[in-house]
């Protein structure tokens, strides 16, 4: 059985979730190996969500974005264990994890494969300074023999900018999962209209704008699921915040709910948007990268650029100008049909054995 042996520095969030996903469905035709690092929101119990057979390795000298990729013995460790496993396939997530992979393996002799899960460099909370940084980071290791494999047609577009050597899957979800949270949307919303959006409450969520939309709608009631750093920006006295929970209580609250959401600032392409949208939630999202990827305005849902527009869209779902109903059930079946696990592991399998083949035979 050939192996595979991801290296995936930040653990948690979105990187964790398409880890916990794809792996199952890797481990049926490969041996797998995952080498991680621990992030804050990393679960505590992080190795029990994986299907037993992935060997899970926690490196150490993984500290962070920077702080590993300043970090000597993190070349160091991952090298010893790509020494150790010998994978026939390797691949890379997120930022740090890309540079030091494509630097410290010989990715020439081995089909090499890095998946940004959402630029760094396109972050808007950063100083000047940082985000050249990364930029940086991600210039000259696109030039390394890998293959960047994008989450969404928005994020391929970037990776073309820095190499033409890049492709796409779009990112997908667990749906078999979901299928007892999904509550379709009448066509007479409830009353007390009830709007949420799910997350770390951190800059790149845009807790202002939530906040101010949640002003402009004191008669719906908001649930922000998650906690974060910057929840004092949630003032508005509809607003509840939910803390971390247990993901079956999460599921459960968005069941309950009418509208999700996404404000963002950016995004690679988010698992949350996707699972409300299969979940039957009318979406309102931000128009950046990956939100705009998968909802199509007017057809799947709304995009939106200020809180008016937000609130405007709200009430004329709410008073039936615009079929919401219509949107959600439109979103769920897009992700049914596009955006499923089977579909993005098969697509990556597609592409393993395609640059493989290549690679062997040259």
Not at 39 to 66: C, W, Y
Not at 166 to 189: M, Q, S, W
Not at 214 to 229: D, S
Not at 329 to 354: F, G, H, P, T
Request: glycine share 6%.
């Amino acid at each position: 059985m050939k192996k595979i042996m991801h290296v995936a520095e930040p653990f948690a969030t979105g990187v964790l979730s398409f880890l916990i996903d794809i792996t199952k469905r890797q481990v049926e035709d490969y041996e797998v190996y995952i080498l991680y690092g621990i992030r804050p929101l990393t679960p505590e119990n992080v190795e029990q969500l994986f299907d037993k057979r992935v060997h899970l390795m926690r490196i150490d000298s993984f500290k962070g974005a920077i702080g590993t990729v300043v970090n000597l013995r993190a070349y160091y460790d991952v090298y010893k264990w790509y020494k150790g496993i010998k994978p026939d396939i390797v691949h890379f997530h997120s930022s740090a994890s890309g540079f030091i992979g494509r630097w410290a393996l010989p990715c020439k002799n081995i089909p090499a494969f890095y998946t940004p899960h959402g630029y760094s460099f396109l972050m808007k909370d950063g100083a000047v300074f940082k985000r050249f940084l990364f930029w940086l980071i991600e210039y000259l290791s696109a030039k390394r023999p890998c293959m960047t494999i994008a989450c969404s047609e928005g994020e391929y577009k970037e990776a073309k900018k820095l190499s033409p050597n890049a492709t796409y899957v779009n990112n997908g979800i667990n749906t078999a999962d979901l299928k007892t949270f999904v509550r379709p949307i009448g066509r007479d919303i409830q009353r007390p209209i009830q709007i949420c959006t799910s997350g770390r409450i951190l800059y790149q969520k845009n807790p202002k704008l939530f906040n101010e939309i949640a002003m402009l709608l004191p008669e719906a009631r908001f649930t922000w699921i998650g906690e974060g750093e910057l929840k004092t920006e949630l003032t508005s006295p509809n607003i509840h915040i939910t803390g971390w929970i247990k993901r079956k209580e999460v599921l459960n609250i968005i069941k309950n709910m009418d509208f999700f959401i996404l404000p963002s600032l950016w995004e690679g392409l988010p698992i949350s948007l996707l699972e409300a949208m299969y979940l039957k939630k009318i979406c309102l999202v931000s128009d950046v990268t990956g939100n705009r990827d998968v909802i199509k305005n007017g057809v799947n849902g709304l995009i939106c650029n200020s809180a008016d527009e937000y609130a405007d869209s709200v009430r004329g779902i709410v008073n039936g100008s615009m079929d919401g109903a219509l949107f959600s059930e439109r979103a769920s079946k897009d992700v049914e049909e596009n955006y499923n696990i089977d579909l993005m592991a098969q697509k990556y399998d597609e592409i393993y054995k395609s640059v493989s083949a290549a690679k062997y035979h040259n």
